[in-house]
């Protein structure tokens, strides 16, 4: 049985702290959700989880515990038995632990009855019996749909069956059986993003805030921890680089949650920056007073969580016509793709970026890639690739072109949203409800009167035309708009 030394057992409740907004203990919510934690023998798998966890160096409050206690749970509801330990009081006892006796074929029944039961609900997806028995097991249940999530198959092979097997293999009690697991590494139906799926992809999100999470996923290439969590924790400002002609914004020593790999400086790129500043209006064009721990907050108060979010992806990529299984990673997965193909940079320059632990010895490197200058000299190299829009600019006339690329946004994002509605009007009385600062786009659109002849002028867009179309649009609308 594996137990922890002294120095090394972590207090869960003292661990988690408080929930900022009710105030209550993170660890007496999850009692009343997960009652298995009363459970000496849980708080010990727990425990020895954490601690594994903390070996690897990391903050012992970013361990994922509902992921451990939900499976575990589940598994004691389909069993009807209140703690899982119960399950090793059988009859035919065949192995004592700590007094309790197990038999060990019926333990491998168990679970593999309990796996096969979750694999045959994939199967048949449209059994309403099934199905009403995940919800009596806990299974989520998505607000927007009031529909049972179904886990995939990947989960229930791999992570489900783990947790279960891990929790009683903490205790001694070895399970010889094990339902083969699958490899997660790459889909079956896998898509191979690129910028145009991801227009057509951001333009079926109709959130503003979501838009951001997935915008900051192209242009940085992190994982979708480092965005909701580590970018979100505090501990990063905005800074401002200038050369001359050049000026980007960028975070210095970002530290990725799961290789803990320090990227020196992370800059965003112009098309981040715009969208930043139109979700944030009060900050004015600057962002160096961003308080990044105010990202990703929802109308109700609360941070967009990871399972949200790619819910809205998948259903995003849905709308736009994309077959195939939509995942998070696909978006670093485009982002590193696209550097990939630039030549011009080092592959010791690109796994930094990318945020893998490398072991250089190359003095001249190590010395460079402290160096800011010889960063975004590099890093100038590669911002067309990663651009999803292609908008790359210097000081000269960057009000105007700026502008230029916020209202083409906008236009594209209400046409594309439109092809799924025959009345123009139904469609925009809804995005009134459903898009977050709508009255910010409406002052960009009073905005770009001001500019759209010089714009027509230096790019030849032919924006006045449908310039008129949409102003007539929000007039109608300005009187309501306007009473919000």
């Known amino acids: 049985m594996l137990e922890l030394s002294e120095e090394k057992v972590y207090d869960i409740r003292k661990v988690y702290g408080k929930d900022k907004k009710s105030g209550e203990d993170f660890y007496n919510k999850w009692l009343r959700e997960y009652p298995i934690l009363k459970n000496e023998d849980v708080q010990k798998w727990i425990r020895n989880k954490i601690n594994q966890f903390t070996d690897e160096g990391k903050n012992p409050k970013g361990f994922k515990i509902t992921t451990y206690l939900r499976p575990l749970y589940q598994y004691c509801l389909f069993n009807k038995v209140e703690n899982p330990t119960d399950l090793l009081d059988e009859v035919n006892m065949t192995v004592e632990i700590n007094g309790k006796k197990g038999d060990i074929e019926n333990g491998n029944l168990r679970l593999k009855t309990y796996i096969n039961f979750l694999l045959d609900v994939i199967k048949d997806k449209n059994n ?81 805030t979501y838009n951001l999470v997935c915008k900051f996923q192209t242009q940085t290439g992190l994982r979708i921890n480092d965005i909701l969590k580590e970018l979100t924790n505090g501990k990063y400002v905005i800074e401002n680089y200038k050369d001359g002609d050049f000026e980007r914004y960028f975070i210095r020593n970002f530290e990725t949650q799961k290789e803990k790999v320090v990227i020196n400086f992370m800059p ?83 796994d930094h970026l990318e945020g893998h632990t490398t072991d250089y010895s190359d003095k001249t490197y190590n010395k460079n890639i402290r160096r800011i200058k010889w960063f975004f000299d590099n890093w100038k190299l590669i911002e067309e690739s990663i651009c999803v829009n292609g908008v790359i600019y210097g000081k000269t006339d960057k009000k105007v072109i700026k502008l230029d690329k916020r209202y083409k946004d906008i236009m594209e994002q209400l046409v594309e949203t439109n092809k799924t509605n025959t009345e123009l009007q139904n469609k925009l009385n809804s995005m009134e409800h459903k898009v977050e600062g709508f009255d910010q786009l409406f002052r960009i659109l009073l905005e770009k009167q001001r500019y759209s002849e010089e714009i027509d002028e230096k790019h030849g867009i032919e924006s006045t035309k449908v310039y008129k179309v949409m102003k007539k649009v929000f007039e109608e609308h300005f009187e309501k708009l306007s009473k919000k």
């Open 128 to 208: 309403k019996q099934k199905l009403q028995k995940l919800k009596d097991l806990k299974f989520r249940v998505m607000k927007n749909t009031g529909k049972v999530k179904i886990p995939n198959e990947v989960s229930v092979r791999n992570m489900i069956q783990g947790r279960i097997r891990s929790f009683y293999s903490s205790r001694g009690f070895q399970l010889s059986v094990k339902i083969k697991t699958k490899d997660s590494g790459k889909n079956v139906n896998e898509i191979d993003v690129d910028k145009e799926m991801i227009k057509r992809i951001k333009n079926n999100i109709n959130n503003i």
């Open 268 to 350: 965003f790129t112009n098309e981040l920056a715009d969208m930043l500043s139109l979700t944030y209006p009060e900050i004015k064009d600057d962002l160096t007073k961003l308080d990044l721990s105010n990202l990703f907050i929802t109308r109700n108060n609360k941070r967009i969580r990871e399972v949200d979010y790619l819910d809205r992806l998948k259903l995003a990529t849905k709308r736009a016509g994309i077959k195939g299984n939509m995942k998070t990673h696909l978006l670093r997965k485009y982002y590193i793709t696209q550097i990939e193909d630039v030549k011009e940079i080092s592959s010791k320059f690109r």
